[in-house]
């Protein structure tokens, strides 16, 4: 097999796990929180694995098996097929890489609205808590989506060290009157299944050529958070033709644009918890807070 750290270490998980036909291991790169790889195997299709090399306390890989199950029988969503999950390890079918051209993010923009429409739900939160990367993402129910955001979304993370270390007390308070005004600054809509993850390198395609998600941190939740990230994770120019179908098709005011930054302060939040090197998230974050810290 190719020998790297990553394959080395992925292939003993395999072998652990009774996969023992594997020929050989192909790291592979865009996740930020795990090692991950593509297992040639000697008397079955290739699969997809993924594994911590220090394993978080928890349930990580069973709760992300259970949202990928969600989003395609509750949803409708194309995932890839669940082969194990266990404390270890996941493994998981194999996917294609996205296909460039617009037509592609249209067919996005249906799934994602269609996900979206057809999963309403009367509370907010999920049956258990799961994973934002290495952080448990917590989803106690709740009947109000302002509260719920603003406990379980956005303060949650004050008191991570590296948020913390990068945000001063000016900011901390900006934070807190931001999550007073929550009801002022976005729309009371309803509750549906969300992805909760989907940044640009989740979206995969079907050997079809169909829309694909992995990776998921599911909960019922506003259904902008899922956009929020999309438009904010450096999405390619023809994915200008998905922002304007899924309008189209969920029926979004003009306004929606505007709101994006406050509803990604939650991804923003949970990237500056968990890496030193944030990608800018800090500096996102500190922008967005600016207007909330003169407000009496």
């Not at 509260?147 to 308070?173: I, K, M």
């Not at 992805?195 to 050529?209: C, F």
């Not at 941190?217 to 899924?246: K, Q």
């Amino acid at each position: 097999m190719k020998v790297t750290h990553s394959a080395t270490f992925l292939f003993g998980c395999l072998q652990r796990a009774g996969i023992r036909d594997v020929v050989a291991v192909e790291p592979v790169t865009g996740g930020l929180a795990a090692l991950a790889g593509i297992a040639t195997r000697r008397d079955a299709p290739p699969v997809f694995v993924k594994a911590f090399a220090d394993t978080p306390d928890g349930d990580v890989f069973a709760a992300e098996a259970d949202g990928l199950t969600a989003l395609r029988e509750l949803g409708g969503v194309a995932t890839p097929d669940v082969i194990r999950a266990d404390r270890e390890l996941l493994v998981l079918s194999v996917l294609r890489p996205r296909p460039s051209g617009a037509d592609f993010w249209e067919r996005l923009a249906h799934t994602l609205a269609g996900l979206h429409r057809s999963t309403i739900h009367p509370r907010f939160g999920w049956h258990r808590d799961n994973w934002l990367g290495r952080r448990r993402q917590i989803n106690t129910w709740s009947e109000n989506g302002f509260a719920f955001f603003a406990e379980h979304r956005l303060l949650r993370w004050l008191g991570q060290p590296r948020v913390e270390a990068a945000l001063d007390a000016g900011d901390r308070a900006a934070l807190e009157r931001l999550c007073q005004r929550l009801p002022d600054l976005l729309p009371d809509r309803p509750a549906c299944l969300t992805h909760g993850d989907l940044w640009t390198q989740n979206v995969l395609a079907t050997q079809d050529g169909s829309p694909a998600l992995i990776d998921p941190a599911v909960s019922y939740m506003w259904a902008e958070v899922d956009l929020a990230h999309v438009w904010s994770t450096s999405p390619p120019p023809e994915a200008a033709r998905f922002f304007a179908r899924y309008a189209e098709l969920t029926s979004l005011d003009d306004g929606w644009p505007a709101r994006m930054p406050i509803i990604q302060l939650r991804q923003h939040l949970a990237v500056l918890a968990q890496f030193d090197d944030d990608w800018g998230a800090a500096e996102q974050i500190r922008t967005t807070l600016a207007p909330f810290r003169t407000l009496s």
